[in-house]
């Protein structure tokens, strides 16, 4: 999304970005994912803080808003990107995995899934 944005989108939705609004809003969309990356990697040893759980959440959430707002692209808007179902699939499955990863011993809960 950072390099490219007109090639992901075309990948996902079927259709090219056009205008330099539209990429600006890609980069800007491609920093965010770059700076989500950087920090569940520098956090990826430490798996029982607190900072741990709210980056795991802050996956889930994004995984599962992910997965809901291509989803929708495809059902309602009818885009037919070749990436965009193994997205959507990819994207479930992430936020499945992350919920199971979240470490609510910290607080006393008891895993439910």
Same mark, same amino acid.
């Given at each position: 999304?950072?390099?490219?944005?007109?090639?992901?989108?075309?990948?996902? #939705? *079927?259709? &090219? +970005?056009?205008?330099?609004?539209?990429?600006? =809003?890609?980069?800007?969309? !491609?920093? @965010? $994912?770059?700076?989500?990356?950087?920090?569940?990697?520098?956090?990826?040893?430490?798996?029982?803080?607190?900072?741990?759980?709210?980056?795991?959440?802050?996956?889930?959430?994004?995984? #599962? *808003?992910? &997965? +809901?707002?291509?989803?929708?692209?495809?059902? =309602?808007?009818?885009?037919? !990107?070749? @990436? $965009?179902?193994?997205?959507?699939?990819?994207?479930?499955?992430?936020?499945?995995?992350?919920?199971?990863?979240?470490?609510?011993?910290?607080?006393?809960?008891?895993?439910?899934?």
């Amino acid at each position: 999304m950072l390099a490219v944005p007109s090639f992901v989108v075309r990948m996902l #939705l *079927g259709e &090219a +970005l056009d205008g330099p609004i539209s990429l600006t =809003v890609a980069r800007v969309g !491609g920093v @965010a $994912l770059l700076t989500l990356g950087v920090a569940c990697w520098l956090a990826h040893t430490d798996s029982q803080s607190r900072a741990a759980r709210g980056l795991v959440s802050a996956m889930i959430i994004y995984n #599962l *808003g992910l &997965a +809901l707002i291509l989803g929708r692209a495809g059902f =309602v808007l009818q885009t037919t !990107g070749i @990436a $965009l179902w193994p997205a959507v699939i990819l994207h479930s499955v992430m936020a499945v995995w992350s919920v199971r990863r979240l470490p609510m011993e910290k607080r006393g809960w008891r895993r439910m899934v």
